[in-house]
């Protein structure tokens, strides 16, 4: 069985382009996404800065994050989930805060609320992109 893919190209703001594969839904029933930016990946990958810590902990944070780029986790989870001290979670979320990778957006008992910037990745329908990239600006301007 062969299976056609179709390239819809949509215009987001600051002259930015998305491209993205659109695939028949029978393939990739029942299964989580993320689109990532190629250019936000060359910056990290550069940046030698990072520490392989703060690149699992990222890492992490992806694959957690909701349609709304967000995600509720303890530095405690996190560390037991990766294989990784607390003391360097904590670490990483410093970094990855500095960076302007992650924001904190409130908590919920002993969890912080992150926010994960759009300009890096997003879960969100390409169509909501906009309105994403508007939020997490405004998060981050405080």
Same mark, same amino acid.
């Given at each position: ?41 060359? !910056?990290?990958?550069? #940046? ?5 810590? #703060? ?10 994050? #909701? ?35 992650? /924001? ?30 508007? #939020?997490? !600006? /405004?998060?981050?301007?405080?």
């Amino acid at each position: 069985m062969t299976q056609s893919n179709h390239v819809l190209n949509i215009n987001v703001p600051k002259g930015s382009n998305i491209r993205t594969t659109v695939t028949p839904t029978r393939v990739f029933k029942n299964m989580d996404y993320l689109r990532i930016f190629t250019q936000a990946l060359q !910056e990290i990958a550069k #940046d030698k800065s990072y520490t392989r810590s #703060d690149l699992v902990v990222l890492m992490y944070c992806l694959s957690i994050c #909701d349609y709304e780029n967000k995600f509720t986790a303890s530095q405690a989870s996190i560390a037991k989930e990766c294989g990784i001290g607390r003391t360097e979670v904590n670490k990483s979320f410093k970094k990855l805060r500095q960076v302007g990778w992650i /924001e904190i957006i409130g908590s919920i008992g002993r969890q912080n609320v992150y926010f994960l910037n759009p300009r890096l990745a997003f879960k969100t329908r390409a169509l909501n992109y906009g309105n994403l990239l508007q #939020d997490f !600006e /405004e998060v981050a301007a405080v």
